[in-house]
């Protein structure tokens, strides 16, 4: 169960004022950068970031990013914390109900977060509407 989210650092940035007007609806990506466990404690590092260009194509102008990353924690029993850090050490994978979790939460958090800074710098907010479902590969 998760138990808290922090966001410890925001960064944003623009690559070129002139291509704002050309902007798109920004990349998104998350990465869970780390998980470690001390019992039932499992704490997850994560970065959101939010890549802008002037258009579709490959060779696209970067117009800016937003950079969001902190700690999600969950709290587990011991039985549980050891499979989630098996499977993660294993395979860099979460239990699918778990990262569908987690998924979900930092797009709402960061959304919401980043949505105050692309303001600040001129760019579409980085918001995500849909809930993400996640299936297990064969």
Same mark, same amino acid.
């Given at each position: 169960?998760? %138990?808290?989210? %922090?966001?410890?650092?925001?960064?944003?940035?623009?690559?070129?004022?002139?291509?704002?007007? =050309?902007? =798109?609806? $920004?990349?998104?990506?998350?990465?869970?950068?780390?998980?470690?466990?001390?019992? #039932?404690?499992? !704490?997850?590092?994560? #970065?959101?970031?939010?890549?802008?260009?002037?258009?579709?194509?490959?060779?696209?102008?970067?117009? *800016?990013?937003?950079?969001?990353? *902190? /700690?999600?924690?969950?709290?587990?029993?011991?039985?549980?914390?050891?499979?989630?850090?098996? =499977?993660?050490?294993?395979? !860099? #994978?979460? $239990?699918?109900?778990?990262?569908e979790e987690i998924i979900?939460?930092?797009?709402? =958090?960061?959304?919401? %977060?980043?949505?105050? /800074?692309?303001?600040?710098?001129?760019?579409?907010? $980085?918001?995500?509407?849909?809930? %993400?479902?996640?299936?297990?590969?064969?």
């Amino acid at each position: 169960m998760i %138990t808290g989210f %922090t966001i410890s650092h925001v960064e944003g940035k623009i690559d070129s004022a002139d291509s704002l007007s =050309r902007q =798109r609806f $920004p990349k998104l990506n998350i990465s869970l950068d780390a998980v470690n466990s001390d019992g #039932t404690k499992i !704490k997850i590092d994560y #970065t959101f970031i939010a890549d802008y260009f002037d258009g579709d194509a490959e060779k696209a102008k970067n117009v *800016g990013q937003l950079k969001l990353g *902190g /700690v999600v924690e969950l709290t587990e029993s011991k039985e549980n914390a050891s499979s989630i850090m098996k =499977r993660w050490q294993e395979k !860099k #994978t979460l $239990p699918v109900d778990i990262a569908e979790e987690i998924i979900n939460g930092l797009n709402f =958090r960061c959304s919401a %977060t980043g949505t105050l /800074v692309a303001y600040a710098l001129g760019l579409i907010p $980085p918001l995500v509407i849909s809930t %993400t479902k996640i299936q297990e590969g064969k």
